[in-house]
């Protein structure tokens, strides 16, 4: 029956072979699938111990994706091979929402060969029975027999070995595996929130924009060196029927091992308890070092409304591409997410994001006084529903500073936020512009680097260590910095105009000119871009070309909104003290964004005895 000198399970009247995976009952061999018997063998392996359900199915079926339904079924042959029935067990317990556990007394022994009985004298020994000699077993055997017995052993060896330290990872994106592909968006902000949950137990996440960085398929090891993480989260999602299923698996990158795998699954309106009990289960497997006590969790633990969900994962997903048709509809689904729960606080700080955004130098899109009212009223709710979400502080925080230009108040805001979610790129990010606004160039340096450490593939936090570098008239740092980015993205069109605002001050016009023709271009013509393209050509001495920037602005101003600081900004360039005071002053009513930064600005050292500009952009 058994290879010589191999280890085997006995228990009860049963004997099990890992090798072969053959079980007996005494004599008789009993019949089952090999999926089966694998089953068994990993029970049997972690005897004593709960066996996660994600886990076991990993194992089972390592190449597969399976319902948890396959591994129902095979328990259920599994017992009925035994002669076990589920109530009372004998041999395997069902932990309930969590996997099985083998719990009858077991022992490991030596399947020793038969040998022949002696009948003869000792003077007359009869020769032992012959036994197979291992150069006569055939190949399959051999490699079958070695890699049960190294399966074994790693099992053996983990029962009594805890899992590597992991103090940072990176969620790789969740796949849908529901065939419709326009459930994507489920898929992704699943991951989304997944990542921020685990961020919230202690340890670094990485964000998962920089993850979606990633191209499809990169290696473990690339991931590791590029995003500097310890392991990784993979899985699939799953939405049918109003329920959620993830299945997950912790890999730690260093040795490719497998740490930890689990399935959970429940109505979607109870999905943020879901969410966080498969954080706090990460947490609780890579050290005992993670907060996880109470932290884990959402700060909302009520159920929410599912199509509100649904549509606040859609707003996300639109946010996400950060594009102005992509904000506007991330707008319109935050609001139906708040029109059918209206007591979700991430939909409103969704739509506060968003309009503040839209609003935002980056996109010009919509006027602040339009604009930026409806993001603090919408952050101001989110906050009052919520006020341990950090997302709500930082886009309250966020108007604070670029509207209300009350930087202390914003501060506390981000500290609000930091302290709910250390792991928030976005705060820090956000943060570190609000010290710039102030002045405080090494504080703005230390959030911008967490911000990035956090998040190190984001294009627009890689381009603020460069406007720190700016900021701080170190113009060579900044200049290598923001042709770093450009390596993550050669098209990347703010990339181009701040490289071009720090060749400016390096008198390097040329250069500099060029690199904002290339930002008009990929940018499908940006206001900014027009505007410093201007600004460069009158410092240049070319002020016919200066002139005809103007003209374009004042052209594109008949179709969108185009901010008065922009033309106060060429008129700087051409310095026409007159026209640039009467642009600033329009500025100042219009709560442009961009004046929190006046004071410190390199563009406008030469204007530092100005009365309206030492008044202060409040005045």
């Keep these: 029956m058994e290879n010589p000198g191999q280890t085997a399970f006995e228990f009860g009247a049963f004997r099990f072979d890992p090798a072969e995976r053959v079980l007996y009952r005494g004599p008789e061999r009993v019949p089952m699938s090999p999926k089966v018997a694998d089953t068994l063998f990993v029970l049997l392996a972690h005897h004593g111990r709960v066996v996660e359900k994600g886990e076991l199915m990993q194992l089972v079926w390592p190449d597969t994706f399976v319902e948890e339904g396959g591994l129902t079924r095979n328990i259920s042959a599994l017992r009925k091979a035994l002669g076990d029935e589920a109530e009372g067990s004998r041999y395997i317990e069902t932990i309930p929402k969590r996997g099985y556990r083998f ?4 022992k490991e022994a030596l399947a020793e060969p ?39 052993a790693w099992f053996m060896w983990t029962r009594g070995h805890p899992s590597p330290r992991v103090s940072s990872v990176a969620v790789l994106p ?24 685990l961020s919230k137990t202690g340890l670094r996440v990485i964000a998962p924009a920089s993850v979606r960085r990633l191209p499809p398929g990169t290696p473990l090891g690339d991931i590791g060196r590029r995003l500097d993480v310890e392991a990784v989260i993979q899985g699939t999602v799953l939405q049918s ?50 907060a996880v006590s109470g932290k884990s969790g959402p700060s909302r633990m009520q159920p929410v409304v599912p199509d509100a969900y649904q549509a606040y994962l859609r707003g996300r997903f639109f946010w996400n591409k950060r594009s102005e048709p992509a904000l506007r509809k991330a707008v319109e689904y935050f609001d139906e997410a708040i029109t059918k729960d209206g007591t979700y606080a991430p939909a409103y700080a969704g739509l506060a994001d968003s309009w503040a955004l839209l609003a935002s130098n980056s996109y010009d899109a919509v006027p602040p006084r339009e604009a930026m009212p409806r993001a603090k009223a919408a952050a101001l709710r989110a906050v009052e529903l919520d006020g341990g979400l950090a997302e709500a502080h930082t886009s309250l925080a966020y108007v604070r500073m670029a509207y209300d230009w009350d930087l202390p108040g914003a501060d506390r805001e981000f500290q609000q936020a930091i302290r709910c979610n250390p792991g928030y790129a976005t705060a820090h990010h ?29 294009l627009p936090v890689n381009v603020g260590v460069g406007w720190c ?11 290598t910095q923001y042709r770093k980015t450009l390596e993550l993205e050669p098209d990347f069109a703010l990339a181009h105009q701040t490289l071009g605002m720090a060749l400016v001050e390096k008198h390097d016009y040329r250069d500099s000119i060029a690199e904002f023709q290339r930002a008009i271009t990929l940018s499908g013509g940006a206001p900014s871009a027009f505007a410093s393209l201007g600004y460069a050509y009158a410092l240049a001495g070319s002020k016919a070309d200066a002139e005809a920037q103007l003209a374009r602005l004042a052209e594109l101003s008949q179709r969108r909104y ?29 709560r442009s964004e961009y004046l929190i930064y006046y004071r410190f600005d390199p563009n406008f050292d030469a204007v530092r005895t100005d009365p309206l500009f030492r008044q202060g952009p409040g005045a």
């Design 174 to 197: 969740l796949k849908n595996i529901s065939g419709d592909a326009s459930q994507d968006y489920f898929a992704e902000g699943m991951t989304e929130v997944m990542a921020t949950e």
């Design 114 to 152: 038969e040998m022949g009985s002696s009948t003869g004298s000792l003077d007359a020994p009869q020769p032992p029975a012959r036994r197979p000699h291992v150069a006569a077993m055939t190949l399959a055997a051999a490699v079958l027999l070695l890699v049960g017995a190294a399966y074994l």
């Design 430 to 458: 956000w943060r570190a512009h609000c010290y710039l606004a102030g002045g405080r160039i090494d504080a703005a340096f230390a959030e911008m680097r967490q911000a990035l450490k956090l998040d190190p593939l984001s």
């Design 103 to 106: 719990v009858a007394p077991i």
């Design 241 to 290: 029927g109003g329920r959620v299923r993830i299945n997950a698996q912790l890999i730690d990158i260093r040795t490719g091992q497998m740490l930890w795998a689990d399935s959970y699954q429940d109505d979607l309106r109870d999905v943020l308890s879901l969410q966080a009990e498969v954080a706090d289960a990460v947490a609780r497997k890579v050290t005992t070092e993670v």
């Design 562 to 590: 185009v901010p008065a600081i922009y033309m106060a900004l060429v008129y700087l360039g051409l310095r026409d003290g007159q026209r640039f005071s009467s642009w600033l002053s329009k500025a100042r009513e219009e």
């Design 469 to 479: 570098s700016y900021f701080a008239r170190r113009y060579d740092e900044a200049i």
